[in-house]
């Protein structure tokens, strides 16, 4: 989407860069413990060096009495002897011991502890992947190389400054099909392809109730055209993978699904179109810059032109993993009026012809209605053959609709998604409230006027 749009409506401005929040750890930064020093008490007792025992003299006794000049010889000290083998065993043993506790000296000096060692030698734990999943995986690198050269980022400038969005070759000669909003109000444009290669672009056409434009570039050599698929036979719950440049990263992917489909959004009174229908919702994130992308299946073909956010409402800002693509049905439909007439000849979307307002509880107290919800008919429009519809069925101001075909309407949205996608000329049967009483006519569908807002 445009930067010179909110950004909380659409995908094509650039973004702040996020800040880490305070006191988080920086990469590689890691907790050490303390050093636990062993408190020791020295030894109590001094060193005693080891002293040979001296030579023990035999006690003295008195034999008979010889003559007194005589001494007896003192008998010999004597120390039992160690045999050798003995000595080798002992010996072979304090080698062994030395040895080992050595290696657990070592092992524990490494690793601090035995089972942080034997941890330590286990390999790490790995995830076997299964061949459906790696299947998956090379379809979707698959998908996103195929689509690649097709999708391009558009550069739009002006008096009033310059936007960044996206868009899709859509024909070898270099017919691009992107969002109105990233054109709108500018007056130079330039398209930057796969190759990295920029050439300046021509506006052909703008649709601006579709929110879709054209552009023309002359490349010297063929293109790679997107292949369109069947947005009506989307399904939700389906993979999608969107491309485009959000923030300007060129050729950036993103995976997701199919969330809903047959939504209703506003662009609000800054974009071009107030109403869009039948939109496909997805979780593939898109963000500024996005606008007039790819959203493709898993054949890579387009099924929709990811073009609107939602807004979460207790922020303002964009809620995450809800974005709106318009299908490619629609996109196609109208691509191709604007390659050959400049603009929409005609619609191709019932018209009831209405003016109306949302019923709520509160507007219904006010004025004391019938009804809680609906669409409260305050005046009509003319379809393109210059009538109205409603009117010429007996609708009246101050009616309000609260079903189409038995479909309920709540709110403009409602009837918006339940006429749009009906072709012209299609009957509907209308509910409505007159009053207190209910009532139910048949309306001929006119057409969407193409200035229609």
């Known amino acids: 989407m445009a930067s010179s749009l909110p950004p909380d409506q659409r995908f094509d401005g650039p973004a702040e860069p996020e800040t880490p929040s305070p006191g988080a750890p920086t990469p590689g930064q890691a907790d050490a413990a303390p050093g636990a020093q062993a408190n020791l008490a020295p030894y109590s007792q001094p060193y005693q060096p080891y002293s040979q025992p001296q030579q023990q003299t035999a006690p003295e006794y008195q034999p008979y009495q010889p003559a007194p000049s005589y001494q007896p010889p003192q008998p010999p000290s004597r120390r039992r002897g160690i045999a050798p083998w003995l000595l080798a065993l002992l010996a072979v043993i304090v080698v062994a011991l030395i040895v080992i506790g050595v290696g657990v000296g070592l092992a ?19 995830v076997a992947v299964a061949p459906a999943a790696e299947d998956l995986q090379q379809q979707i690198i698959n998908v996103i190389r195929t689509v690649q050269p097709s999708v391009v980022q558009v550069q739009s400038q002006g008096s009033q400054g310059q936007a960044i969005g996206s868009g899709e070759i859509v024909s070898s000669d270099g017919y691009i099909v992107t969002n109105d909003h990233v054109v709108a109000g500018f007056s130079q444009y330039s398209v930057l392809l796969s190759n990295g290669k920029t050439y300046p672009a021509t506006l052909v056409g703008e649709a601006p109730q579709d929110d879709l434009a054209v552009l023309k570039v002359s490349a ?67 963000n500024p810059g996005n606008s007039g992308g790819a959203l493709v299946n898993l054949s890579g073909q387009l099924i929709g032109l990811p073009t609107l956010g939602a807004v979460d409402p207790s922020s303002g800002g964009a809620a995450n993993g809800i974005g709106f693509a318009i299908p490619s049905d629609r996109v196609k439909f109208v691509m191709d009026q604007l390659i050959k007439h400049g603009h929409l000849v005609n619609s191709g979307q019932g018209f009831l012809g209405i003016q109306g307002e949302d019923v709520t509880p509160q507007l219904a107290a006010t004025y004391h209605l019938g009804a809680q919800s609906g669409v409260l008919i305050v005046g009509f429009a003319n379809s393109a053959s210059g009538s109205s519809p409603a009117q010429q069925a007996g609708l009246q101001a101050q009616d309000i609709i609260t079903a189409v075909d038995g479909q309920t309407v709540n709110d403009n949205n409602d009837l918006a998604s339940a006429l749009l996608s009906k ?31």
């Open 108 to 126: 524990l000096g490494r690793n601090g502890d035995g089972a942080a060692g034997t941890a330590a030698a286990q390999p790490a734990a790995t």
């Open 220 to 286: 010297g050599s063929a293109l790679q055209p997107i292949a369109f698929g069947d947005s009506n036979k989307a399904q939700v719950g389906q993979f999608a993978v969107a491309l485009g440049s959000p923030l300007g990263l060129q050729q950036s992917a993103t995976f997701g699904i199919v969330s809903a489909l047959n939504r209703t959004a506003s662009e609000g009174p800054d974009g071009p179109a107030q109403e869009l229908t039948g939109l496909i919702q997805t979780s593939a994130p898109i």
């Open 423 to 453: 072709q012209p000329g299609t009957q509907v049967k209308i509910t409505y409230m007159r009053g207190t009483s209910t009532h139910t006519t048949t309306v001929t569908l006119g057409e969407r006027p193409t200035n229609a807002g």
